[in-house]
């Protein structure tokens, strides 16, 4: 991983659109919604002691924090392309055995996709860490809260 990397965002293409898509919404849809609820309790008179109002004008603070939110998420953006399965880097599928017995199969992806009980491992948590650069074969004993684990790469792709 380079220096200049620390400031992705690994993100799969699927998952790249939804948010492009989420951030259309919030900037298009949402903000419409706002603006006619915001019209609406200007409506109701003094605005000083108007909840209505005061609860569209936090919805319109709260809107554009999450745009700020996503437009920044996205412009840091790296699409996940993984077509080399001679290591394990962010976007390869890794099966491993663990402690020699269990098999199990994890996806190595950034923080924002990040899902351990869909098998969605970030590259920054310490199997992800662990995994990344190993290949095929090799073993790996990680460090876990609960003792350390030895895992055996049997495929990746």
């Given at each position: ?14 998952r790249?659109q939804e ?15 706002i603006?006619e ?28 924090s999450?745009?700020m939110?996503?437009e920044?998420?996205l412009s840091r ?18 099966h ?14 950034g923080r ?5 009980a869909?098998?969605k491992?970030?590259?920054?948590s310490p199997?992800g ?5 190993k290949?095929?074969?090799e073993?790996?004993?990680v ?10 790469i049997?495929?990746i792709?």
């Amino acid at each position: 991983m380079k220096e200049d990397d620390n400031n992705r965002e690994y993100l799969s293409r699927e998952r790249f659109q939804e948010l492009q898509l989420k951030l259309k919404d919030l900037k298009t849809k949402k903000r419409v919604e706002i603006a006619e609820h915001l019209e609406y309790a200007k409506g109701l008179g003094d605005l000083s002691e108007n909840v209505e109002y005061q609860e569209a004008k936090e919805a319109q603070m709260i809107n554009e924090s999450d745009i700020m939110k996503l437009e920044d998420l996205l412009s840091r953006a790296k699409i996940i392309s993984n077509v080399d399965t001679t290591e394990v880097r962010v976007g390869s599928t890794v099966h491993v055995k663990k402690n020699a017995s269990h098999e199990e199969r994890f996806t190595i992806v950034g923080r924002e996709e990040a899902n351990p009980a869909q098998g969605k491992i970030s590259y920054e948590s310490p199997i992800g860490k662990s995994f990344l650069g190993k290949k095929k074969n090799e073993k790996i004993l990680v460090s876990t809260p609960r003792g350390e684990i030895l895992y055996h790469i049997v495929d990746i792709a």
